[in-house]
């Protein structure tokens, strides 16, 4: 599964009407509500923000909707889209402003369809892995010991802080973290326990 790591949007034209899709990092259904709430807030001239979204650890919980739009014609096409790309905590919404031509039905599939291509294209994604947040404190004489031993994981948001004592904190992968715990403890004859 994949999560995106950046937000972006993308605008199409389609006989007159302007189409702006906008993706949002999510992780939970009431930001789906409130993200929309903000976006038919922003933009009250607007015919229509329809939007789709894939949320929880395997993509388990969807939702969408027309806004107005014939009912299976955007809401539905936009969220088959997420689905096919096969991430999750990702929401899009597409604003529509009518620009006087009615496209139809086949027409609206297409145009919200590959407006939300369009700003998939666009998105940065990384792999899903849970994270267990760890830290631990490090004396200098054995500083270079671990900072040696931790070169071995793919650590995030990893931080060094240098006081009488150097504190270390980071995330690393949940099924590395007890690996990675045992390693520092043997490393350092007991003397530091990873939390």
């Known amino acids: 599964m994949l999560v995106p790591i950046s937000s972006e949007s993308s605008e199409i034209i389609i006989k007159g009407s302007r189409f702006l899709a906008e993706s949002f990092i999510i992780s939970s259904q009431n930001q789906v509500r409130e993200i ?8 009250s001239d607007s015919t229509h923000v329809v939007h789709a979204f894939i949320a929880g650890k395997n993509g388990e919980i969807m939702g969408m909707s027309d806004d107005g739009e014939p009912s299976g014609t955007a809401g539905r096409p936009m969220l088959d889209v997420l689905k096919g790309r096969n991430c999750t905590n990702l929401m899009i919404t597409v604003t529509r402003w009518f620009g006087g031509t009615l496209l139809g039905t086949g027409g609206l599939v297409h145009a919200y369809g590959d407006c939300t291509k369009s700003v998939l294209e666009k998105i940065q994604f990384e792999e899903l892995i849970e994270k267990q947040s760890f830290s631990f404190v490090v004396d200098y004489q054995q500083f270079q010991i671990v900072k040696k031993l931790l070169e071995k994981y793919e650590l995030y948001d990893y931080s060094e802080q240098f006081g009488s004592e150097i504190t270390i ?15 520092i403890f043997d490393k350092t004859n007991g003397k530091i326990v990873v939390v």
């Open 36 to 43: 929309l709430k903000s976006q038919k807030q922003k933009y």
């Open 169 to 183: 904190s980071g995330k690393v992968a949940i099924v590395k973290f007890e690996e990675l715990k045992l390693e």
